[in-house]
């Protein structure tokens, strides 16, 4: 399983790093790109504008077909907008929402993430 992320400010890459799974980040000059495997996306919490190339990557050709989850880092001083991003994507594109965390996650996020990816894995 891939992990295809963004990240504003570094917190979610520092997150991916420490999952040490295969990753691909999104940024303006690939969210056009296809794959052609499955994949789970983390993303950040932002507003449309800042989060929508994650949009443009999950229905950039046949690349929704293979989404199979999402997670979402945020800051829960945001209250009831926090991970929203997340909440948003797992919505339009109806698959499930794996984990929220906050900044970077702590060791017990990147080990509940691992295991939500693995019983995607075996569903
Ligand atoms: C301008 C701005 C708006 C944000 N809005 C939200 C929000 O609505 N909800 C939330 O949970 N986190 C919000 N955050 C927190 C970020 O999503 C959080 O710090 C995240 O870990 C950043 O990831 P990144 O460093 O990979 O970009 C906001 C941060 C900034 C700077």
Redesign the pocket.
Known sequence: MKVVYM???????KFVKKLEMDSLEITMSNAFQEIYEPYVVVA???EIEATSILNDFIETGNNQAYLKGIAG???RN?NT????TAKDLAEQYQVPILHMFE?QGSNYDVEYFKEKVRELGES
């Open positions: 990240s504003m400010t570094g917190q979610t890459k950040p919490t932002y880092g945020g800051n945001f907008l926090f991970c929203f900044f």
